[in-house]
């Protein structure tokens, strides 16, 4: 049985950085697609970042282009998530997950990923 588990969240200022840390035991990461999504107090998780099996394709959600960077160490069965500039807006408990396996796209539906981390706490101060 697949276990993820997420790292790296905290409390940080408007304008600064995290770095959050997937891991997986029970499933080699290297072969699935993988997400990262949030979920704020009363809203439905969305979706902020994904990449396929292979990391040829990557997709942002609008709100966060230019400012995370998604990546993937398949050597450690890792995935990251750079989130740099943050936003009060950013608040959030994030959430990987993977997609499917050896597929050549990177969907964005809660729907496609089948495998969820317990999440972790971002909150960013103004």
């Known amino acids: 049985q697949v276990q993820l588990a997420e790292s790296g969240g905290g409390l940080v200022q408007a304008g600064g950085s995290l770095r959050l840390s997937c891991t997986a035991s029970?499933?080699?990461?290297?072969?699935?697609?993988m997400g990262w999504f949030r979920q704020a107090p009363g809203k439905e998780r969305e979706f902020v970042a994904g990449?396929?099996?292979?990391?040829?394709?990557?997709n942002y959600a609008d709100s966060v282009k230019g400012r995370f960077t998604i990546s993937r160490d398949n050597a450690k069965n890792l995935v990251y998530l750079q989130m740099n500039s943050l936003k009060p807006e950013d608040t959030a408990v994030y959430y990987c997950?993977?997609?499917?396996?050896?597929?050549?796209?990177?969907?964005?539906?809660?729907?496609?990923?089948?495998?969820w981390g317990q999440g972790t706490q971002v909150t960013v101060s103004s």
């Open positions: 997950a993977t997609g499917r396996a050896y597929g050549s796209g990177v969907d964005s539906s809660v729907d496609e990923y089948d495998a």
């Open positions: 029970g499933r080699t990461l290297r072969s699935y697609a």
């Open positions: 990449t396929n099996w292979s990391g040829s394709r990557i």
